[in-house]
């Protein structure tokens, strides 16, 4: 867990290049750390402006200190283990301690120093997507600054010219650094606090591997196939609900740093999408809305009304993300008898399961897996196995939570009358006889 008591006090500037010698060494903030990967609480500011803080699903935000009128981060670019969801484990490299990096939170109008040390086992840089700073402080290594190689730190200093929602990622080895997980979000806070106001305001990033069953580590050359769709880094069930106050207003900011576009969908509720990494989109400009695609490389913000109690489904509408581990080459055997198809396995294979006959439901299948992989559809709600994976969540809207209580509520327990249900159809009607017609009886 990080500490917030180093980040009080003051330091010498920095030069916006490599950091060496004992005065600027001493200079740097404390890394904080963190390895849980569960939400952490909201993190409000100690100092400077006052903001409603975001929370990051799975995820925290990086404590910063002020530095007179500066404000420092640390960032460490390592290796990580994340646990993807409770039975599964995947080597990384991320920052601070997980992939993804924490969030970083500022106010429009900051003067920002971020410090990078390099503890990976090659060179790396960070670029930071969508916002608008000087062309030395943009992190494409080679082009705008030299690589910073391992055990190097790095600093970028600049001043965060607009308000909106941003990424970071390296441009260093790109292809290798992102497939193995280096990334994170940039929250920078409108300085006038009217501005669109939000209850609660959560965020993450998207981003996808295949990591083979029974392996440890993404296979980092993989473009197209993947199999496993993440929400930072984790996987239903393992991605955290969004606890909200019926009648709050709520903002979700997503980031797709994955290969593929994500149409994002919201049951229950219409909403309006309000920002992208370009800035904020006029009122008059938006329009409702119950998915919107988040393409690659992108950010999309949407606001919403929590109106309507209950449980709602969060996720990704293509079918294949809300799934885990998929084997892409099972052959398609709806229709097939299972019965046949089982007894001609079965001489071959005898502990082989002939599965997929009737559809391929999965909550009344038990079948042997790897180790350190998950089922393609799992999770159990109320009313039984819920059949999800990927990028699932649930947003829990409720009456009764306070403030700043982000706590996963339970299940939602739904007013008399209101859940669907059986009923029984009418008995059917007796077999008419059919014959010649009766004597007498015109037709």
């Known amino acids: 867990m990080y500490s917030r008591r180093g980040f009080l006090g003051t330091a010498a500037l920095a030069s916006a290049s490599a950091v060496s010698g004992r005065v ?5 903030p404390e890394a904080p750390h963190i390895d849980k990967v569960v939400m ?8 400077g402006p006052d903001y409603r803080p975001v929370v990051t699903l ?12 500066w404000k420092e981060f640390h960032l460490v ?3 990580v283990v994340r646990e993807f969801a409770e039975g599964m484990k995947v080597n990384l490299w991320g920052y601070n301690g997980q992939s993804p990096g924490p969030t970083i939170e500022t106010v429009e109008g900051d003067k920002v120093r971020v410090f990078v040390t390099n503890r990976l086992p090659e060179y790396t840089t960070v670029h930071w997507h969508g916002m608008i700073i000087p062309s030395g402080m943009d992190g494409v290594g080679g082009l705008t600054q030299p690589h910073i190689q391992p055990g190097k730190t790095f600093v970028y200093e600049f001043e965060m010219k607009k308000s909106g929602t941003f990424m970071y990622h390296p441009h260093s080895d790109e292809m290798v650094q992102m497939a193995m997980g280096m990334m994170g979000m940039v929250v920078v806070h409108p300085r006038d606090q009217s501005f669109r ?3 609660r305001d959560f965020v993450f990033v998207m981003s996808t591997y295949r990591v083979d069953p029974g392996t440890y ?11 496993m769709w993440t929400w930072n880094s984790r996987v239903f069930p393992g991605i955290d609900p969004l606890p909200v106050r019926l009648g709050d207003k709520v903002r979700v ?6 290969m593929t576009n994500h149409p994002i969908h919201l049951h229950g509720h219409s909403f309006a999408v309000t920002c992208t990494d370009g800035g904020w989109i006029p009122e008059s400009a938006q329009y409702p809305e119950t998915t919107t695609d988040v393409p690659v490389g992108a950010v999309r913000v949407f606001d919403v009304l929590a109106d309507n109690p209950g449980d709602w489904a969060f996720h990704c509408h293509k079918s294949h993300h809300t799934m885990n581990a998929m084997g892409h080459e099972v052959r398609n055997l709806i229709g097939v008898s299972r019965k046949d198809l089982a007894r001609a396995v079965g001489k071959l294979a005898p502990d082989a399961m ?4 009737t559809g391929m439901a999965m909550g009344n299948m038990e079948m042997p897996a790897p180790d350190n992989t998950l089922p393609m559809m799992t999770g159990t709600g109320q009313f039984g196995p819920i059949e999800m994976g990927g990028m699932f969540t649930v947003m829990k809207i409720r009456e009764d939570l306070a403030r700043d209580d982000y706590r996963d509520p339970g299940p939602y327990k739904f007013p008399q009358g209101t859940v669907a249900y059986e009923v029984t159809p009418p008995a059917a009607e007796p077999a008419r006889q059919q014959g010649a017609p009766m004597k007498n009886m015109k037709m």
């Open 217 to 227: 580590l993404p296979q980092v050359n993989e473009m197209t196939d993947f199999n």
């Open 24 to 28: 600027q060494a001493a200079s740097i």
């Open 253 to 258: 900011r997503i980031g797709n740093l994955s």
């Open 197 to 199: 106001p939000v209850d």
């Open 58 to 69: 799975n995820g925290w935000s990086l404590p910063f200190r002020m530095n007179g009128d």
């Open 77 to 79: 670019a390592e290796p």
């Open 40 to 47: 952490q609480p909201p993190l409000h500011p100690i100092s």
């Open 354 to 357: 002939a599965m997929g006959s």
